[in-house]
């Protein structure tokens, strides 16, 4: 079983960045593939990026690549989102999910675990 803690999240002007952080339980983090969705207020939760398991492979949404990073830190058990360049329409809920296959993948179906999330907010 993993357990899934998002922080960081908070209100922000547009251009503006944040750093999500995700902490995961257990002891098979270094295994899992992790990935960030995010859900805005009536849309569907969408994929914005993910990472492999060794941190080799990384893969984004066309909507954030060039302002968002992932990463992880296997020896800490926790991933990270960095967001740069921050837009109105980022605004949502940020998921962190863990996911057995380990690629990163972009599909929420991949995922076994998530988190319950951390509201972004990004002012005009």
């Known amino acids: 079983q993993v357990q899934l803690v998002e922080s960081g999240g908070g209100l922000v002007q547009a251009g503006g960045s944040l750093r999500l952080s995700c902490a995961a339980s257990g002891r098979t983090f270094s295994t899992l593939g992790m990935g960030w969705f995010r859900q805005a207020p009536g849309k569907e939760r969408e994929f914005v990026a993910a990472i492999s398991w060794s941190g080799g492979n990384t893969n984004y949404a066309d909507s954030v690549k060039g302002r968002f990073t992932i990463a992880r830190d296997n020896a800490k058990n926790t991933s990270y989102l960095q967001m740069n360049s921050l837009k109105p329409e980022d605004t949502a809920i940020y998921y962190c999910?863990?996911?057995?296959?380990?690629?990163?993948?972009?599909?929420?179906?991949?995922?076994?675990?998530w988190g319950q999330g951390t509201q972004v907010t990004v002012s005009s």
């Open positions: 999910a863990a996911g057995y296959r380990g690629i990163g993948s972009k599909w929420p179906v991949s995922y076994e675990y």
